[in-house]
Structure formats: C-alpha cells, structure tokens
C-alpha cells in the first residue's frame, strides 16, 4: 500500500461493519475517491466528527488494490459552522454535494469542479444566497461542456421571441419550434447571467418567485443531464 496526501469534500458516507464508514470523498488530485474510515463510529474515534457531509478536510490515506482505500489522517480546513446549524445551509449544502456526487467519476481529476464545490459551500456558509444551488448546477453543466443555449432558439436559432426552456433540446426553443415550458424574461434573464458573468448579481436576489423559477430550470436542466431526480431541492421547498 502506498500513502498519499489530499484536500477533499466529503460527498456522502455510509455505515460499514459495527464501526466503520465509508466515505465517498471529492479530492483535488485524484478525483471521486471511496474511501473506509475503520473506527469512527465509535464514541472515542479521534475524527468520526470531521467526515461528516459537506465537510472541507486535510487527508491521509493509504491507497489499497481494492475498491477503497483507507483513511489514516484528518484534519478540518473550514469548519462551516454556521452550515450545521441552519436546515437551510444543510439543504444547500446537500444540493452541491449530490450534484458533484453525480458527474464526478472515481479516479479521474477534475480540480476544477473540486474548487468550485469548495467555492459554492463557502457562499453557502457565509451568505446563503437563495440562487446558489441553481447557480451551482448551470455552472457545473457549462464545466461539463454541456451549458444550456440560451441566447437563441436551438431549433431555428431565432433571436429575440418569447422563449420556452426545453433542456432536453439543450436550451431554450421559440413558439415556431414549439416544445418546452414557459419562462419568464425575467427567469431567462437571470440564467444568462449565471452563464454569461454575470453570477454575484444573480447571487445577490433574494428569495422569492423569480428565484424559485430559476431554481426550477436549473433543476430540470441537470436532471436531464444525470438522467435521475435530484432529491435534495425538494427537500428544501418540501
């Protein structure tokens, strides 16, 4: 076994045995990576407290020739604490990791979508903007190559008619093409300036009808993208 070094978000965990967990971990340099964690169900574990969900940690680990390897060394490197204290931090927060959790593929780097998780869980903890998980997963889709066309129609590329979003066409569709659901210019708006720059004016919104639409295209959009609901936007609406 060989021993290595790494900074990563804990994704998900699950029990392992009667003491051990398993953890699902996004890395800097090594990707998706499942790792155990033997012990840390136990009262006196020295970390079982720092591998919980959305937590930002310093790893050692020892690469095994099986599927996990396994966790010797943690250490906190932000210990978002405000997040575990408000249900809609966590909420949040559970909506960027089951993202990041279903485009990143074991054993292939993608430090950038390791950044921008760490980035989206730090606007989480400290301003909570209602658009973060929409913003999250437009953003996440244009770094998987797969960003929405929202400029013009896809199907005939007409400029400047009244919309509708059809993300299983790859973006927005005009009333001639037909298909899609209704959005508003002002939702459409706000996608594009998710897409196009325009990010910390869109994070500055505030709650409300405009944000939840926007939530919602940017929900279905990546739903088509995964092939599979994404269960934790519901529960923060739920």
């Given at each position: 076994m060989s021993l290595y070094r790494d900074v990563a978000v804990v994704?998900?965990?699950?029990?392992l045995g009667e003491a051990d967990r398993i953890v699902v971990l996004m890395t800097k340099e090594r990707g998706k990576v499942r790792a155990v964690a033997k012990g840390v169900r136990r009262t006196k574990s020295k970390f079982g407290s720092r591998l919980e969900?959305?937590?930002?940690?310093d790893l050692q680990l020892y690469e095994t020739r099986g599927e996990?390897?396994?966790?010797s060394q943690v250490e906190t490197i932000e210990p978002h604490?405000?997040?575990?204290?408000?249900?809609?931090?966590?909420?949040r927060t559970a909506a960027l990791l089951e993202a990041v959790d279903n485009v990143a593929q074991e054993g292939e780097p993608s430090p950038r979508v390791h950044d921008m998780l760490v980035g989206g869980l730090r606007a989480v903890e400290d301003q909570n903007p209602?658009?973060?998980?929409?913003?999250?997963?437009?953003?996440?889709?244009?770094?998987?190559?797969?960003?929405?066309e929202v400029e013009v129609c896809v199907g005939c590329a007409e400029e400047d008619v009244d919309f509708a979003w059809a993300p299983e066409a790859g973006g927005v569709r005009c009333g001639s093409c037909g298909g899609g659901r209704p959005?508003?210019?002002?939702?459409?708006?706000v996608v594009r300036a998710i897409?196009?720059?325009?990010?910390?004016?869109?994070?500055?919104?505030?709650?409300?009808?405009?944000?939840?639409?926007?939530?919602?295209?940017?929900?279905?959009?990546?739903?088509?993208?995964v092939e599979r609901r994404m269960r934790a936007p519901r529960v923060l609406h739920d």
């Open positions: 994704l998900r965990t699950y029990r969900p959305g937590s930002y940690v996990l390897d396994i966790v604490r405000r997040t575990r204290e408000d249900l809609s931090r966590l909420s209602p658009l973060v998980t929409a913003a999250f997963y437009l953003k996440l889709l244009a770094q998987e190559g797969l960003a929405p959005m508003s210019d002002e939702a459409l708006s897409l196009g720059g325009g990010l910390n004016v869109a994070l500055s919104l505030p709650e409300g009808s405009l944000s939840h639409e926007v939530e919602a295209l940017a929900t279905t959009a990546f739903e088509q993208h």
